[in-house]
């Protein structure tokens, strides 16, 4: 009987969590359905929603009750603000941008939470008409419990009746169809939109508001709820807003009741659902196959010239990275190319295939524990642990491209990322990664038996030897028939599909051969640094890595390798900064997505061709302009 | 540019209140591609006009950035003394343009009647629900179905019945009898007849030239986003070979 009343608290919890997922994917519905934009910063703002209340109470003596109304105000001006200044621009470009400018305001707005109030939670007490208890008979079922279910209730279905029954809903529903033709007919559409981001926003503070008293008040709340949100959305399907409520709520019971009958995996019950899900109905419980658009992503992003194609310019690279050990500090170098063949790894299927990863880093840290467990327990020689880092990372990519792959855009954004939160709860949970640890002080160990890694030297020769292999691996793809291939893909993966190509099979190829690079990268950088951490298999991570590419320019050559160079430099020689590069790395998201997006190499490189008009285009004559291919895709009214 | 000028000046002369809707050098851009080139033509109060001319002459597209649907466009559009080119979108429906789109825009998420309640009134003196059903009995029958489920009639009915009830006075029509049962264009020729003897303006884009004749008070025919020539209705007998080589593909 005890056990029951444990398991009936447990699914008490879980319908409160089922209340917080059900606001914050409502808002996310809402917001996707008139801007689609998939918005990062839900989590964040869920956050600001849970601070604004802290600091209501504690600068200005406001409680719980004015908070409600309060936070979701302030924090709804501050999302009107951001849509007006940034989003508004990005509605014209793939979807994906959107995505990355909303994660990079995440960063910015945990940087600065972080840095004002520190990482540990903040308490904010149960205001007192809903302390204490009702006996139900059978459980204790905590007033302050009962009132977030049942107050969450009561505003979805009055968010669910105005969207769905009423005259205001009715516009909202037409301007999600056809904006244009809404404005056409004398509404204002922009506005519309700008509330509408506002009201979703504020919905995510309210949640905020709601989930203070029940968990601490903490910077990161919102990043750790922000992913299972983005499972709980694909499972539900963006297509209606009563699916993203029923889900929300139903997923929350399913992963208190988890919570009784399987504790350690929990964590884990709502991504294997999703994973289910995908499997059974790709599209989500609720959501409609929407028609394969064509990504633009790729083609966006990439730019005229082809700098590296001057073996000039190649071989004066290769003998400043061959001599810079000399002058340069070797370990801040390997660093760099760790990275840099990560980021290139990256950037072969987001900037060639359209395909953006959020969920990279599962590959980097997974490789880099199996190869540092390799080394340092199983006591194998560098070479063999790298080859299994690798394989590793090949085998899961495997996996996840093999489930990632049945959607596309930021579906296939919030799919990866959500699949690598499991690998880091893996990570976190297993025993041999040595949990918050990590794997530390990993021996480098001795080449084929005859080179000592200990020697910086002889390290630094070894990480330029498996970045250049790497590389090569990359270039050759993106050129040969098979890039060709790709490219078709990302422009339009339909008229490829009616050609006759199994455009799944090159897909997954692909994602297999970039987990497997990832990996190569990941492992090497273990036996570098001698450390394999949480850090590696966290999704900032993978953040990292798409900031490293679109920096440079994800559609380049060079790109990303000038993006982690200037990535890891920020990171090293600005460390005494500590949350505030963050804040930075935040920053350089928002402005490469507003007016950077062919990043320094691709600026460079159009640069050139400007410059240089004939004489440097003449080998490139037989490509066609990436604008060009634009062209064809849109079709003429 | 000269054989143009010399056309339009032997073309019918526009009503006295030819200052209601005047189109002057009109340009418009999808992207790259140009696609008006300088759209010069009249409509006056109470007249229906049509733009005739092959596929991807830019019919649409003039109606489209009337509307203001298309960002990139110069020129001027004079509506009532006011030049719209560079209005917002929405302002320029609140005017008094109502504008009914070659795919009709239905939307599907929303039922007959919300799709008909769903313009806001822009100007008093629109058609009630009741005389709109008058008009498309069709569309009440239907009055509970999704904007999705009509037939292609039906939505063509609601389309037109949708911005009747605004208010609006100068209608915008990009080919309403495409596609449609010869019984159906009847019934939509109908429909335009009565609302021009109720004193609506109308620019109608065409392919269908016996229908266009059967309604209209003037016909502009359009080549490469330029108006190339004019004619009345009762000068299209005449000129029927010249007209065919013009629509002729």
Same mark, same amino acid.
């Not at chain 1, 060709?484 to 893909?489: D, E, F, P, S, V």
């Not at chain 1, 990303?560 to 890891?568: K, M």
């Given at each position: ?11 008490? #919890? ?20 008139l801007l689609n934009v ?42 009107i603000v951001i849509e007006r200044l940034l989003l508004r621009h990005l509605y014209q470009l793939d979807?994906?941008y959107g995505?990355?400018l ?19 939670? #903040? ?45 205001l809903?009715?516009y909202l529903?037409a301007a999600t169809e056809n904006p244009m033709l809404v404005q056409n007919f004398g509404i204002n559409v922009p506005r519309m939109v700008m509330l509408t981001y506002g ?97 633009n992503?790729?083609?966006q ?37 760790? #990275? ?46 790298? #080859? ?205 997505v507003m007016v950077?997006r ?29 604008g060009?291919?634009i062209r064809?895709?849109g079709e003429q009214p | 540019m000269?054989?143009v000028e010399?056309?339009l000046?032997?073309a019918?002369a526009a009503p006295a209140s030819s200052n209601h809707l005047c189109v002057r050098g009109l340009q418009a851009w999808y992207g790259e591609s140009h696609i008006l080139h300088g759209m010069d033509f009249d409509v006056g109060q109470g007249e229906i006009i049509t733009l005739l001319g092959?596929?991807g002459a830019g019919k649409s597209t003039t109606l489209k950035a009337i509307m203001g649907a298309i960002p990139r466009r110069s020129g001027s559009v004079v509506y009532q003394g006011a030049d719209l080119i560079r209005e917002a979108p929405y302002r320029i429906g609140r005017k008094g343009l109502a504008y009914c789109p070659e795919d009709r825009g239905?939307f ?10 769903l313009p806001p009134v822009v100007q008093a003196g629109g ?32 389309a037109i019945?949708r911005i009747l009830r605004t208010g609006a006075r100068t209608l915008l029509l990009d080919e309403p ?22 004193g609506f303006t109308i620019l109608l884009v ?12 003037r016909?502009y025919i359009v080549e490469y986003g330029r108006v190339v020539?004019a ?19």
């Amino acid at each position: 009987m005890v056990s029951l009343s444990t398991l009936f608290s447990q699914m008490v #919890l879980g319908l409160v969590n089922g209340s917080l997922y059900a606001l914050l994917s409502l808002g996310m519905a809402i917001i996707f359905g008139l801007l689609n934009v998939i918005n990062f910063a839900h989590g964040a703002q869920y956050m600001m929603g849970a601070f604004a209340a802290y600091l209501l109470l504690n600068y200005a003596g406001l409680g719980y009750w004015p908070a409600l109304v309060l936070a979701p105000l302030i924090v709804g001006v501050s999302g009107i603000v951001i849509e007006r200044l940034l989003l508004r621009h990005l509605y014209q470009l793939d979807h994906l941008y959107g995505m990355v400018l909303t994660f990079g305001l995440t960063l910015i707005l945990e940087g600065v939470f972080r840095f004002q109030f520190g990482s540990a939670g #903040l308490p904010y007490a149960i205001p007192d008409a809903l302390t204490g208890a009702v006996n139900l008979g059978f459980m204790y079922m905590p007033t302050y419990r009962a009132w977030v279910v049942a107050a969450t209730i009561v505003i979805c279905a009055a968010t669910w009746f105005t969207i769905e029954k009423t005259h205001l809903g009715a516009y909202l529903r037409a301007a999600t169809e056809n904006p244009m033709l809404v404005q056409n007919f004398g509404i204002n559409v922009p506005r519309m939109v700008m509330l509408t981001y506002g009201c979703g926003v504020a919905l995510a503070a309210l949640a905020g508001v709601m989930a203070a008293p029940v968990y601490q008040v903490s910077p990161h709340m919102g990043s750790n709820i922000i992913v299972v949100v983005f499972a709980v959305v694909v499972i539900g399907g963006m297509g209606s807003i009563l699916g993203a409520i029923i889900s929300g709520f139903a997923l929350g019971v399913i992963e208190g009741m988890a919570k009784y009958f399987y504790p350690q995996g929990s964590v884990m019950a709502i991504f294997v659902i999703m994973i289910i899900v995908l499997l059974l109905k790709p599209a989500g419980l609720f959501g409609r196959i929407a028609a394969a658009h064509p990504s633009n992503f790729a083609s966006q992003s990439s730019s005229i010239g082809a700098l590296l194609t001057n073996r000039y310019l190649g071989a004066a690279l290769l003998l400043l990275a061959l001599v810079a050990p000399s002058f340069i500090y070797p370990l801040f170098l390997m660093k760099v190319f760790c #990275l840099a063949l990560f980021a290139c790894a990256f950037a072969l299927l987001a900037g060639h295939v359209g395909m953006l990863s959020f969920g990279h880093a599962a590959f980097f840290g997974s490789s880099a524990y199996i190869c540092a467990y390799a080394a340092k327990t199983l006591g194998w020689p560098p070479e063999l642990s790298i #080859l299994a880092g690798t394989a590793i990372a090949a085998l899961i990519g495997l996996v996840f491209g093999w489930l990632s792959i049945r959607r596309q855009g930021i579906y296939f954004a919030m799919v990866t990322l959500a699949l690598a939160q499991m690998i880091y709860f893996i990570a976190l949970q297993a025993d041999f990664t040595g949990g918050e640890d990590g794997i530390q002080a990993v021996p480098r160990g001795v080449l084929f038996g005859l080179f000592d890694l200990n020697d910086t030297y002889i390290m630094y020769y070894l990480v330029f030897a498996i970045f250049l292999i790497g590389f090569f691996i990359v270039q050759r793809t993106i050129r040969s028939p098979f890039g060709q291939i790709l490219k078709g893909i990302s422009q339009n993966e339909a008229r490829m599909i009616s050609l006759g190509y199994k455009t799944k099979h090159y897909k997954l190829l692909t994602f297999v051969l970039s987990a497997a690079l990832a990996g190569l990268a990941g492992s090497t950088k273990a036996l570098v640094i001698g450390l394999a951490s949480l850090t590696d298999v966290h999704w900032a991570m993978s953040g990292e890595v798409l900031l490293m590419a679109l920096i440079g320019g994800i559609g380049t050559m060079l790109g990303p390798v000038i993006g982690a160079l200037i990535v890891v430099t920020v990171a090293t020689y600005l460390a005494w900064l500590g949350a505030w590069v963050t804040v930075i790395q935040g920053i350089t998201f928002v402005v490469c997505v507003m007016v950077f997006r062919i990043g320094v190499v691709g600026g460079l490189e159009s640069l050139v061709a400007r410059l240089v008009p004939r004489r440097s285009q003449a080998g490139t004559l037989g490509a066609p302009a990436p604008g060009s291919a634009i062209r064809l895709e849109g079709e003429q009214p | 540019m000269t054989l143009v000028e010399t056309t339009l000046r032997q073309a019918p002369a526009a009503p006295a209140s030819s200052n209601h809707l005047c189109v002057r050098g009109l340009q418009a851009w999808y992207g790259e591609s140009h696609i008006l080139h300088g759209m010069d033509f009249d409509v006056g109060q109470g007249e229906i006009i049509t733009l005739l001319g092959r596929n991807g002459a830019g019919k649409s597209t003039t109606l489209k950035a009337i509307m203001g649907a298309i960002p990139r466009r110069s020129g001027s559009v004079v509506y009532q003394g006011a030049d719209l080119i560079r209005e917002a979108p929405y302002r320029i429906g609140r005017k008094g343009l109502a504008y009914c789109p070659e795919d009709r825009g239905i939307f599907a998420s929303l039922n007959v009647t919300e799709n008909l309640l769903l313009p806001p009134v822009v100007q008093a003196g629109g058609m009630s629900l009741e005389e709109i059903y008058g008009l498309f009995p069709n569309l009440f029958e239907r009055r509970g179905s999704g904007g999705a489920k009509l037939s292609g009639g039906e939505q063509q009915m609601l389309a037109i019945g949708r911005i009747l009830r605004t208010g609006a006075r100068t209608l915008l029509l990009d080919e309403p009898t495409e596609g449609l049962a010869p019984v159906i264009v009847q019934q939509i020729a109908a429909a335009i007849h009565l609302l021009k003897n109720k004193g609506f303006t109308i620019l109608l884009v065409e392919q269908n030239l016996g229908f266009a004749c059967g309604v209209a008070d003037r016909h502009y025919i359009v080549e490469y986003g330029r108006v190339v020539d004019a004619f009345t209705s009762d000068a299209i007998a005449s000129n029927k070979p010249k007209i065919q080589a013009y629509l002729g593909v």
